[in-house]
């Protein structure tokens, strides 16, 4: 019986770092890359290997690219797996801009058997099993990666095509982004009216209302737990394209477009609240965050008293 190769991982980021975590408890040999030094530490001590790009496109089969951004996974793909991967599956696992996640697909049909798979929930999900895969690109090669996607997302769905993955994100996080934004004001809502937040809370989980947001969360906004989870300008990143989106299909976001002027607004009151706690950072909104975008309507509204 030949032996497993290894699979690539490209970004041992926050959520590389749950990949290379649920591959290796599978029995998977990873050997990974990431341009921070503390991430690949980060990846020996959990069992996994460290190699350079050659190396991973060298030795691995599959490949799985887990990048910050658009530009990066063009980079990735184009400069170090082009030319040494050749005939490998390549699995961006990356939040993409669709069009240009397509286009870059079109490019290197003939050299790799390229996919998307950007997921569907936060890290602590995909760590316990609960995120949900958006795959796009030929059915026939998501199939002989199943045995990578049973690992990282066994929950999951072909949408279509490269770009559809991406295109399903896009949808996805605006429902998910205002479902943020509507619970935190309801919250606030709720304890103007003099209701306990707690039980308002329980109430809600129980109510038409209720999404599963109320539980990653609800009790983080009613404990006032605002310890950083993300970043502001990586959330709006990947919100960016629902404007340019919309627009394409003649429709025009409204709510999240407002939003994200709303958090683009937050500068001057953030560095007053939180100014002397974080070292008078110059634009802490795009380098600090809480609990994600949506929950700074909370944090603004009760603890700076702008409620109206």
């Not at 989870?229 to 990947?238: F, I, N, P, S």
């Amino acid at each position: 019986m030949p032996t497993r190769r290894p699979v690539g991982l490209i970004g041992v980021g926050l959520m590389g770092e749950v990949y290379a975590r649920r591959l290796i408890a599978a029995g998977f040999g990873v050997i990974g890359f990431d341009i921070e030094p503390t991430r690949n530490e980060q990846l020996l001590q959990i069992g996994g290997r460290v190699g350079s790009l050659p190396e991973i496109a060298r030795d691995c089969d599959p490949i799985v690219i887990a990048v910050f951004s658009t530009d990066q996974a063009e980079d990735v793909v184009e400069r170090s797996l082009v030319p040494a991967a050749a005939g490998k599956i390549v699995i961006c696992t990356s939040t993409c801009d669709p069009d240009r996640l397509a286009a870059l697909g079109a490019r290197v049909a003939k050299q790799l058997r390229f996919l998307e798979a950007p997921v569907s929930g936060t890290s602590a999900q995909v760590r316990q099993g609960d995120g949900v895969g958006l795959i796009g690109g030929d059915a026939s090669i998501a199939q002989a990666a199943a045995p990578i996607f049973d690992t990282l997302f066994p929950r999951r769905f072909h949408i279509g095509k490269i770009g559809d993955g991406g295109r399903a994100k896009l949808a996805v996080n605006l429902i998910l982004g205002l479902n943020r934004l509507a619970l935190a004001e309801g919250l606030v809502f709720a304890e103007r009216l003099g209701l306990d937040e707690t039980a308002f809370l329980h109430v809600a989980r129980l109510s038409a209302a209720a999404s599963q947001v109320m539980d990653t969360k609800g009790p983080k906004m009613v404990a006032r737990d605002f310890a950083p989870e993300g970043r502001v300008r990586q959330t709006l990143q990947r919100c960016a394209p629902d404007d340019r989106a919309g627009a394409k299909g003649g429709a025009r976001i409204t709510a999240s477009h407002r939003s994200r002027r709303g958090a683009g607004g937050l500068s001057a009151p953030w560095r007053r609240r939180t100014g002397q706690q974080h070292r008078h950072r110059r634009n802490p909104p795009s380098s600090v965050v809480t609990n994600r975008l949506p929950e700074f309507s909370l944090l603004v509204r009760l603890e700076l008293g702008k409620f109206g």
